[in-house]
DNA sequence: AGGCTACTTGCGCGTTTGCGCAAGCAGTGA
DNA sequence: TCACTGCTTGCGCAAACGCGCAAGTAGCCT
């Protein structure tokens, strides 16, 4: 897990960069917690998260968007589930420079 | 690399979140990746990224107050380094899933 | 159809970000 | 002291972000 070689295009970097960027928000790390766990509706993710649902579906469109997440419909709810469970890996190696 | 439990605290969630902003840009990373060979001096880095002086010390700022990196001066010139190694195995596999 | 729940989208606001440019420091050397 | 190099900092601007609120859409039920 170290010896990679880390030579990256601009557009590459732009790409990392852009998923880097979908973790930089507390209320999106929450959902990811909340996901490692299995599938979750917007309302569940948006009461853990503490905040009302329509920035809740604002912060998941972002992590749609960043392809980190993909969605479920069975009835009125939306399911939302993690696409690769290699963003945990990255978030906790994350968080352990964090802590 | 996969078992551990990942619930945080919000203010846990803060600090990652703040990791992850200050990779969040393809500039920054590109400095990482420079880094990764050992230290560099800003006019070096700014060279390597295509950027202003000015521009590419910004970026290094925002670094530094993140923590990943750390300074040494020579004379004249400042040496930037990698403050831990754990930033690039980050790097990579949001490279991977990026890729 | 109507009403209901679950979610998404649009809008407006204040804050933050990345950039270019000019000005302000260190530190070296004449 | 003066100039010079290497870097940092301040300022102004356009763009993006996170949020709250209102409005719109999708699907179930009667």
Redesign the pocket.
């Known amino acids: 897990m170290s010896g990679a070689t880390l030579t990256s295009s601009d557009s590459d970097r732009q790409r990392s960069a852009a998923i880097a960027?979908a973790l930089?928000?507390?209320?999106?790390l929450c959902v990811l917690e909340r996901l490692a766990g299995g599938e979750r509706?917007?309302?569940?993710l948006?009461r853990d998260a503490g905040?009302?649902?329509?920035?809740?579906?604002?912060?998941?469109?972002?992590l749609?968007a960043a392809g980190l997440v993909a969605?479920r419909?069975?009835?009125?709810?939306?399911?939302?589930r993690l696409t690769d469970q290699r963003v945990l890996d990255a978030y906790r190696l994350i968080a352990s420079i964090a802590g």
Request: net charge positive.
């Open positions: 960027r930089s928000d507390p209320k999106r509706s917007v309302s569940d948006s905040c009302q649902i329509p920035n809740m579906s604002q912060h998941l469109a972002v749609r969605t419909r069975e009835g009125n709810t939306v399911f939302y």
